[in-house]
């Protein structure tokens, strides 16, 4: 059984910067895909950045030059780099991975304040 752990969340003010972690139970090299989702209160869940196991890069448009997916395989971790942050970025973030089956942690919260 896969399991995704989320880190790297909290409080920050507009501007900063935060660095999203997820590590996974075992090797990431097997997933097609990771990726970053965020669900905000209210709000449906939805795409913030992904990296495919070829290295393909997706963003959202509404972070486009500001969060930067990567992926380490030797530390089986999926990292999001959270720059110029804004209050609208404010939700729970997921981790998700995808091989045969459909994969997700528990998240973490970002709260971006004024």
């Known amino acids: 059984q896969v399991q995704l752990v989320e880190s790297g969340g909290g409080l920050v003010q507009a501007g900063g910067s935060l660095r999203l972690s997820c590590a996974a139970s075992g090797s990431i090299f097997s997933f097609r895909l990771m990726g970053w989702y965020r669900q905000a209160p209210g709000k449906q869940r939805e795409l913030v950045a992904t990296?495919?196991?070829?290295?393909?890069?997706d963003y959202a448009d509404s972070v486009k030059g500001r969060f930067t997916i990567s992926r380490d395989n030797a530390k089986n971790t999926v990292f999001l780099q959270m720059n110029s942050l804004k209050l609208e970025d404010t939700a729970v973030y997921y981790c998700?991975?995808?091989?045969?089956?459909?994969?997700w942690g528990r998240g973490t919260q970002v709260t971006v304040s004024s």
């Open positions: 990296i495919t196991s070829g290295g393909s890069i």
């Open positions: 998700r991975a995808i091989r045969l089956n459909d994969y």
